[in-house]
């Protein structure tokens, strides 16, 4: 489909659909299917209304049950004011009820705005203010970190957030178990409006904003349920963050639901948590990150939970070492499966009948017949097969452009609407991609993007630092881990003060420093740029 031609066109306040011309093949050649993210619970009930869905305390909610408990939601969100289009913040842990609120919420015509649980105040004031978000959908706490109390400043700061919802206590909020209704009719969006929205890696300065359409994420859903053999008989656990792209869609819990598979999560990815909620939903597939694998791999020798179950794991993120991904099927008896992707889109994977030496030394091959890939240059021009460059990509779930960023839009992708990806890759003859590193500055701690520009921006505002770098080290737990280099007038700080001046200032914690190092001087380019090359070498 290279032919394609480009668009400026926007509509919607600062969405850039794909182009008519594209849209209309991808409809023609099947992979556009016209069915809304509302409508694939609906199907699903209607195809199995007692197959098991979704595990929970209580037991197993079936299909026309989690069905009916979804357009409930749906009712009452309506009933409490939140009416189609609207965009709703929400942030809640790996908890079952995340799955009928979700689907109430698209049911409802109203836009979900996935925040991670990680995120704090800088994070979520950013992001319902870029979206425009009418409510606030939340947990009452988790851990020690009282979310009703990030409530309260979001409110005062952000004026459109009129209301909201918390699960738990409410405190002065709304109480999510009263949002229930009944209706006779709800807003039905059209398959090429904006679905969902997720969270960008945040690779410069804060995150932006990733809309994603009932076509284009229904698609990347159930192709993924297809690669993975996904079935009727599967269990699929959502360990990571259920907001992730990786656990909702690639297949995750919505590849789930297209298949009738039943769905389990767990808020806690140690393996002592997550061995036993294997064991306990003798659950099939899963997904985590390099580190993760890492350490579950070590686990075995310690944690005697039953792993029988589990025939795939799904490991992305970041790029998992060879001799690591050799050891995942000896350690945990399950096949693995590399997973290389994006929220922007693109998903690589390699296959179920691969090669173990292709499995364990490769990112995989695209997702889709239809994905558009080059390897260019620093220049942009393609590179010999075989050789490295930076991976652009176009396609029928690739973004064209992020939400109400037209100024980073112009750097990020090309006039002719690809995405520029800033990942470094190697492409095979088998089209296999392998991943050699990335061009943007960002650090990937653990499967997380910490975006340089961000931390240094934040670092800059303590009294005493007058420049500041952060730059990523190799680490052999987390891939990378951040460290902050400053020059400063006076007394330096510690890394203890600068992370509470950071945590107050209102930043996640996985953005925080691991290694603070004090400098007279940072080294330049010759345009008068931070030389992080040097300066990482150096330290």
Known sequence: MTSLSPTAETHRDGFVPIPAEAAAAYRAAGYWTGQTLGDLLRSAARQWPGRPALHDADGVRDYARLDADADAFAHGFRAHGIAAGDRVLVQLPNVPAFVPILFGLLRAGAIPVLALPAHRR???EHLAALSGAVAYVIADRVGDFDYRELAATLVEQVGSVRRVFVLGDPGPFTDLATVAG??????????????LMLVSGGTTGLPKLIARTHD????????????????????????????????????????????GASIALTADSSPEAAFAAIERYRATVTAVVPPLA?????????????????????????????????????????QLQQVFGMAEGLLNYTRLDDSDDRVCTTQGRPLSAADELRVVDGEGNDVAPGEEGELLT???????????????NSRAFTPDGYYRSGDLVRRLPSGHLIVSGRIKDVINRGGENVSCDE?????LAHPVVR???????????????????????????TLAEIKRFLTDRGLAAFKLPDVLRTADTLPLTAVGKI?????????
């Open 122 to 124: 800088a994070e979520i």
């Open 182 to 195: 009944e209706g006779d009719s709800l807003p039905q969006p059209a398959p090429d409006d904006i679905a």
């Open 216 to 259: 284009d994420y229904a698609f990347n859903a159930r192709e993924s349920a297809a690669v993975c053999a996904l079935g009727p008989d599967d269990v699929y656990l959502a360990t990571l963050p259920a907001a992730h792209n990786f656990p909702l869609a690639c297949p995750g819990i919505l590849g789930a639901i297209t298949v």
């Open 294 to 334: 890492q350490l579950w791999c070590a686990a075995v020798e310690w944690e005697e939970a039953d792993l029988s179950s589990l025939r795939l794991l799904q490991v992305g993120g970041a790029r998992l070492a060879d001799v690591n991904a050799r050891e995942v099927r000896p350690a945990l008896g399950a």
């Open 394 to 408: 176009r396609g029928p779930y690739t973004i064209r452009g992020y939400y109400r960023a037209p100024e980073h």
């Open 455 to 459: 931390l240094e921006e934040h670092l």
């Open 467 to 493: 420049h500041a770098a952060a730059v990523g080290l190799p680490d052999a737990a987390l891939g990378e881990k951040v460290c902050a280099v400053l020059v400063v007038d006076g007394a330096a700080p």
């Open 531 to 539: 030389d992080k090359k040097v300066l990482r070498a150096t330290l």
